[in-house]
C-alpha cells in the first residue's frame, strides 16, 4: 500500500492545494510543500529501512516492494507497481526537486495559486507514477497524462519571450512532440503485447511476461525504436530535441526545474527499465547508433550553449550536452557505465536545478533573461553569483562535485567498449568548461552594465541553494551509497545486455 | 405477433407512444416544461426496458431484429436523445417562437435511429433513415429566423436527398443481381461471387451511407450544418444520428459478403484515411468551435472505419467501445455549447473568443469542455484514451499499418487544435463577455447532465472494465 501512497499523496494534496485558495494565497503554497515533505519522508524512511542489495534471482528482477490488482481483465491489465533501488533513488530525487520547485515559486508566482499547486503536484504525482508501474499500459498511462499539467504550468505561467517564441508556442511544441511520440510507444507496446499473444494465447501488459516474449529480430528491431523514439525526444536526442530550449526558457521557473531535474530523467528511466531490458539483442544492434547520437548530443548540445543571449536557454542547452552522455553511457551497457548513468542522473538534476533557481532570482531581481543586458554583477547579488560559481563548475564536471564522478564514471565504463567516442565525447568535456564559463564570465564578470544594487538571497533562498551545494558536494564526495542502492538493479540491466551481446559470438564459435 | 416479439419490440413502442401524447399535449395545451418532461419520461422508460428486451434477444421479425448490436445501438441513441432533450430545454428556454414541437421531432428522429438500428431489411433500413433525416431537418432549421440556421437545414435538406438517391439506386442494383431486399437472403444471394451489379450496388449504398457518417469526400455539408444549426439539433446530428447509421453499416459489412470484397476493403481503407487526415488538417485553422468539432467529429469517424476495413470480432467490439466514449465526449462537449447559446440572443455562441477566460468565470463549465476535449484528444484519465488504445491495438492486431499510422499522425494533429481550444479556456479575459450562460447553470438539468457527462468520461477512463464487459456481452450476439 506504500507504493499506492506515494502515488496518490501528490494528487489528493493538489486537489487541496486548489481548493485551499479558497482560504488565502499561502494556504496551497504550504500544503503543497507539506505534501512533498510527506512525499520525501516517505522514501527515505523506505530506503533506510529496506534492503535494496537484494540477492539476484535467476527468474527475474527482484522488487524490494510490489503491489499489484487487476484494473483491465480484458486484456490482463493490472495496476501493477513495484520498486527497486533505481525507483527508488529517482522517486526520492522527484520528491526533493518537487519541494525546490515550491519553494521557488513562492515569490514568482503570484496568479492563480492553487491552481498552479494543482499542476505542480500533479506532474509530480505522474512522474512518480512513471517510476513505480511496471505494467505496461499503466506506465504509458502515466507517461502520457503527465504532459497535461506540464502544458499548463507552461502555457498559462510562462514567460513570453520574443515575438514568436510565446509560452503557448512551446507548450504546444513541449505537447505534440512528446504525445506523438509516446502513441509511437503506444503501437509497440501493442505490437510486443499481441506478439506475446500470438505466442502464448494470453493477453498481458506484465513486465514480467513480456519479457519472455519470443520476437524475431527485424520485429524486435521495429518494436524497440518505436519505445526508443518516444525516449529519445523527452531525453532529448539531438534530432529530436526540437521542443525543449523553447520549453525551458518560456516556462516558469518551477517548470523548468522540474523538466530539467525530472521529466529528462524518466526517459533514462525508461530505456533501463524498458528499452533495454524488453529488447536486449535490438538494442545491442541499435547500441553504436544510439551511442553516436549520444556522441551528437554532447558536441551539439554544447557549441549552442556557448552561442546563447538567453541564459535559461543557455542552461537548456547544456541539458542536452548532458543528457548525451546518458544516452552514451546506458548504451555502453558496463556496470560501471550504467551506475554512472544513475549518478551523472542525480548529479545533473541537481546542478541543473540549482542553475534554474538562480536564474529565476536573477529574474525576479534583473527582469531579464537577456545575458547582453548584464554583466559584472559579482558584488552587487549578494550571494548569489558565488552560488552561480558552485553550480557553473558543479555543471563543467569539476573533480569533487557529483557530476565529476558521473561523467568520469560514464567515460571509464564505455571506454572497453567504445573507445573512439569516447575520446570524442571527452573533448566535449572542454567544451563544458567553455560554456561554464562563459555564462559566468557574461552575468557576473567583465563591465558592469548599469548602476546600484540588488538584493541579497533571503533566507528561503539561501536554504534552498546551500541545501543542493551541500547535495551535489555529498555525493561528489561519497557517491557509495547511490552506487550501492542502483547496484542490483543496474547488475541485471548489465547482463542481459551482456548476455545478448555474447550470444551470437557463442553461436558463431564452433565447439572443439 | 407474440408477446416475446411485443416486449422485445417495447422500446420503439414507448418512444412511438410518446410522440403520439406530446403531439396530443401540444394541440391541447402549449407547455414548454411539461412537453420537456413529457419527452424526457418516455425515453427514460424506453431506456429502462431495455433490459426486458435484451431477455428475449435475439429475436427477428421480417423487417427487424432484436440483437445485442440493435440494443447497443438503442441504448446510446437513447441516451443521446435524453441529454439532447435535457440540452434543449435549456436552450430553447427563451426562446420567442414555439418551442414544444422541437421535442416531437427529437422523438421522431429517435425513433428514426432506432428503427434503423435494428433493421435487418433493406426496406426497413430505408425507411429508418428517413424518419432520422426528415425531422432533423426541421431541428436544424428551427431557429428559422436565424439565416445560418436556415442555411443549415435546406443544406441538410438538399444533399440528404442526394444521398438517398445514392442509396436507393444501390439497393436496386442489389436487388437486381438477387431479387431479394431481406439483409440474411442477400447475404445468401451474394454469396460465392459478389458480381459486378452487387458490388456496385453495394459501393452506391456506401456513398449514401458514407454521406450521413460525413466520410471524407462526402463530408462537405458537415461544417455548416454543424455551424448554423441549433447547438441541441447538431448535438443529435453528432451524436445519435452518427451512432445508429454507423451501428447499420457495421451490420452490413459484418453480415453482406459484397463489402468485405477485396476492392470494398481497399476502398474503405483509403476512404478511412482520407478521413483522418483531411478532417483533422482542415480543423487547424477554425475560429469557430461548432465548426472544429465537426471536422474532428470526420477525424473521429475515419478511425472509427478501421473497424470497417477489419471486421472481425475484435473489430465489433472495439467499435462498441469507440461508439460508447465518442458519444460521452461529444455529448459533453457539445452540451457546454448549447448552454453557453441561447436563440434569443442571435447565433450560437460557437466563435472562440466567446470562451476566453472562461475558466475564470465558470470553472466547472470550463473544467467539463476541458475534460471532454482531452478526451477527444485521447489523454489518459479520459474516455477518449481507452477508445483510441482499442482502435490502435485493434489496428495492430489486423496489421493495418497505413490506418495506424493515419491514427497516430492524425492524433498528433488533432492535439494541436484541441489544445488550441483549451488554453482559451484558461487565458486571461481582456475585459469582454458578451455572452453567458445563466447564473445557476449548476442547479438546471442541462448543466448537471453535462457535468455528469464530465464524470462519466473520467470514470470510464479511469476503470473501463465493467463498459468493456458490457460491450463484449452485447456484441457476442451481433451479427444475427
Not at chain 1, 503536484?121 to 502515466?142: K, N, Q, R, T, Y
Not at chain 1, 502544458?151 to 505534440?176: C, D, E, Q
Not at chain 2, 449514401?208 to 455548416?224: C, M, Y
Request: aromatic letters at 10%.
Amino acid at each position: 500500500m506504500t507504493l499506492v501512497w506515494l502515488i496518490l499523496i501528490p494528487f489528493l494534496g493538489g486537489l487541496l492545494c486548489w481548493q485551499a485558495e479558497r482560504v488565502n494565497e499561502v494556504a496551497p503554497r504550504w500544503l503543497a510543500l507539506a505534501a512533498m515533505a510527506l512525499e520525501l519522508a516517505i522514501t527515505l524512511a523506505l530506503w533506510w529501512g529496506g534492503d535494496y542489495r537484494l540477492p539476484q534471482v535467476e527468474a527475474g528482477p527482484a522488487w524490494g516492494l510490489e503491489w499489484r490488482v487487476p484494473w483491465i481483465p480484458r486484456f490482463g491489465i493490472e495496476v501493477h507497481l513495484a520498486l527497486d533501488g533505481l525507483s527508488l533513488v529517482l522517486i526520492a530525487l522527484t520528491s526533493l526537486l518537487g519541494l525546490l520547485a515550491v519553494l521557488c515559486s513562492w515569490r514568482e508566482i503570484v496568479g492563480r495559486v492553487g491552481f498552479f499547486h494543482l499542476n505542480l503536484l500533479w506532474i509530480l504525482g505522474g512522474v512518480v507514477g512513471v517510476f513505480l508501474a511496471i505494467d505496461l499500459f499503466l506506465f504509458f498511462f502515466f507517461w502520457e497524462m503527465m504532459l497535461v499539467p506540464m502544458y499548463f504550468l507552461i502555457a498559462l505561467w510562462g514567460h513570453s519571450g520574443a515575438p514568436g517564441r510565446t509560452r503557448i508556442r512551446a507548450a504546444v511544441k513541449f505537447f505534440i512532440y512528446t504525445q506523438a511520440s509516446g502513441l509511437l510507444m503506444l503501437v509497440a507496446i501493442l505490437g510486443l503485447v499481441f506478439a506475446q499473444h500470438a505466442h502464448s494465447g494470453e493477453y498481458s501488459f506484465s513486465y514480467a511476461v513480456l519479457r519472455e516474449t519470443p520476437l524475431s529480430d527485424g520485429l524486435a528491431m521495429w518494436l524497440m525504436l518505436g519505445f526508443f523514439v518516444a525516449f529519445a525526444v523527452k531525453l532529448p536526442v539531438v534530432p529530436l530535441h526540437g521542443w525543449l530550449p523553447d520549453a525551458h526558457a518560456q516556462a516558469p521557473t518551477a517548470g523548468s526545474v522540474d523538466l530539467a531535474g525530472i521529466l529528462l530523467k524518466t526517459a533514462a528511466y525508461g530505456m533501463l527499465r524498458f528499452a533495454l531490458p524488453l529488447f536486449p539483442e535490438a538494442s545491442q544492434a541499435f547500441a553504436p547508433v544510439a551511442m553516436g547520437l549520444g556522441l551528437v548530443g554532447v558536441v551539439y548540445g554544447a557549441l549552442l550553449a556557448c552561442g546563447q543571449q538567453d541564459i535559461k536557454r543557455l542552461i537548456a542547452y547544456t541539458s542536452i550536452a548532458h543528457m548525451g552522455f546518458v544516452l552514451i553511457g546506458i548504451y555502453a551497457g558496463t556496470q560501471l557505465a550504467l551506475q554512472g548513468v544513475v549518478v551523472m542522473m542525480v548529479a545533473h538534476a541537481f546542478s541543473a536545478a540549482g542553475l534554474f533557481i538562480l536564474s529565476g532570482q536573477l529574474y525576479e531581481r534583473l527582469h531579464t533573461r537577456d545575458m547582453r543586458e548584464m554583466g559584472g554583477l559579482w558584488g552587487r547579488l549578494g550571494s548569489l553569483p558565488a552560488f552561480t560559481l558552485c553550480f557553473a563548475v558543479a555543471s563543467l564536471g569539476m573533480p569533487g562535485t557529483a557530476n565529476f564522478v558521473g561523467e568520469f564514471m560514464i567515460l571509464f565504463g564505455s571506454f572497453p567498449v567504445a573507445p573512439g567516442v569516447v575520446v570524442v565525447a571527452s573533448a566535449g568535456l572542454v567544451l563544458a568548461a567553455i560554456y561554464s564559463l562563459l555564462l559566468m564570465q557574461r552575468v557576473h564578470f567583465g563591465a558592469p552594465r548599469g548602476e546600484g544594487d540588488w538584493a541579497d538571497l533571503d533566507r528561503r533562498e539561501y536554504a534552498m541553494m546551500l541545501g543542493l551545494v551541500a547535495l551535489v558536494l555529498l555525493f561528489g564526495l561519497y557517491p557509495q551509497p547511490l552506487l550501492d542502492t542502483t547496484g542490483d538493479a543496474m547488475g541485471a540491466v548489465q547482463r542481459l545486455f551482456a548476455a545478448s551481446a555474447t550470444l551470437p559470438a557463442l553461436a558463431g564459435e564452433v565447439s572443439p | 405477433m407474440t408477446p416475446a416479439a411485443l416486449l422485445a419490440l417495447s422500446p420503439l413502442a414507448i418512444v412511438a407512444a410518446t410522440i403520439l401524447g406530446v403531439l396530443l399535449g401540444i394541440a391541447w395545451r402549449r407547455q414548454h416544461a411539461a412537453t420537456a418532461v413529457v419527452t424526457g419520461v418516455g425515453l427514460g422508460l424506453a431506456l429502462s426496458v431495455l433490459p426486458l428486451a435484451w431477455r428475449m434477444a435475439p429475436l427477428a421479425t421480417p423487417l427487424l431484429v432484436v440483437d445485442g448490436l440493435a440494443l447497443f445501438a438503442m441504448a446510446l441513441i437513447l441516451v443521446a436523445a435524453l441529454a439532447c432533450t435535457t440540452l434543449g430545454h435549456a436552450y430553447l428556454e427563451h426562446y420567442r417562437g414555439a418551442r414544444e414541437e422541437f421535442y416531437l421531432l427529437l422523438l421522431s428522429a429517435a425513433a428514426g435511429a432506432m428503427v434503423l438500428a435494428m433493421s435487418r431489411h433493406l426496406a426497413s433500413l430505408f425507411l429508418g433513415l428517413e424518419l432520422l433525416s426528415m425531422p432533423l431537418y426541421g431541428m436544424l432549421a428551427y431557429a428559422y429566423h436565424e439565416r445560418r440556421s436556415l442555411e443549415a437545414g435546406i443544406k441538410y435538406l438538399l444533399l440528404s436527398a442526394a444521398a438517398s438517391a445514392f442509396l436507393l439506386f444501390g439497393m436496386a442494383l442489389l436487388y437486381a443481381q438477387t431479387g431479394q431486399l431481406d439483409l440474411a437472403a442477400l447475404t445468401a444471394g451474394l454469396a460465392g461471387r459478389p458480381g459486378g451489379w452487387g458490388l456496385a450496388g453495394a459501393g452506391l449504398m456506401l456513398v449514401g451511407l458514407g454521406f450521413k457518417l460525413s466520410v471524407v469526400p462526402f463530408h462537405l455539408w458537415t461544417p455548416d450544418v454543424y455551424e448554423g444549426g441549433p447547438g441541441p439539433a447538431a448535438t443529435f446530428l453528432a451524436t445519435a444520428s452518427k451512432v445508429a447509421v454507423f451501428v447499420v453499416v457495421l451490420r452490413l459489412v459484418t453480415t453482406a459478403p459484397a463489402f468485405q470484397a477485396e476492392a470494398m476493403g481497399a476502398i474503405l481503407a483509403a476512404l478511412a484515411l482520407a478521413s483522418m487526415l483531411v478532417g483533422n488538417l482542415l480543423a487547424l485553422r477554425q475560429a469557430n468551435l461548432k465548426r472544429l468539432l465537426g471536422y474532428s467529429s470526420i477525424a473521429h469517424f475515419g478511425y472509427l472505419m478501421l473497424v470497417l476495413v477489419v471486421a472481425g470480432d475484435l473489430a465489433v467490439e472495439s467499435g462498441g467501445v469507440y461508439l460508447v466514449t465518442y458519444l460521452v465526449t461529444t455529448l459533453s462537449a457539445f452540451g457546454v455549447v448549447t448552454l453557453l447559446s441561447s436563440p434569443h440572443g442571435g447565433e450560437d455562441a460557437a466563435a472562440l473568443h466567446h470562451y476566453r477566460g472562461l475558466f475564470w468565470r465558470h470553472p466547472y463549465l470550463a473544467g467539463v469542455l476541458t475534460v471532454s476535449l482531452l478526451s477527444l484528444a485521447g489523454i489518459p484519465f479520459t474516455a477518449g484514451f481507452i477508445g483510441k488504445f482499442y482502435l490502435l491495438a485493434l489496428g495492430v492486431e489486423a496489421q493495418r499499418w497505413w490506418l495506424v499510422a493515419g491514427i497516430v499522425l492524425g492524433s498528433a494533429i488533432g492535439l494541436y487544435y484541441y489544445l488550441r481550444v483549451m488554453v482559451t479556456l484558461y487565458l486571461v479575459e481582456p475585459g469582454m463577455r458578451r455572452r453567458d450562460v445563466a447564473v445557476d447553470w449548476g442547479g438546471r438539468a442541462g448543466g448537471v447532465v453535462v457535468a455528469g457527462l464530465a464524470l462519466v468520461t473520467i470514470l470510464l477512463g479511469v476503470y473501463p472494465a465493467p463498459m468493456i464487459a458490457w460491450v463484449r456481452e452485447l456484441s457476442v450476439l451481433a451479427g444475427g
